[in-house]
């Protein structure tokens, strides 16, 4: 029993540490989406897929 709590504290401790690293990591990073055409959803389908990408992303 007491093995059993000993290793439930260490894997809440790694899984803290974990969250922790990543959230700080995947909040740094940018994702760049380039193309040659007007970012105009309603002007071509290069910027409508843009479009849906960013919300997607950002949601």
Known sequence: MKVLKQLTIVLMVALFAVVTITGTA???????????????????????????????VEA
């Not at 055409?37 to 290069?46: Q, V």
């Open 26 to 56: 995947i909040s740094a990073k940018t994702i760049k989406l380039h193309h040659l055409n007007k970012d105009d959803p309603f002007d071509n389908p290069t910027g409508a897929m843009a479009t849906v990408f960013k919300s997607l």
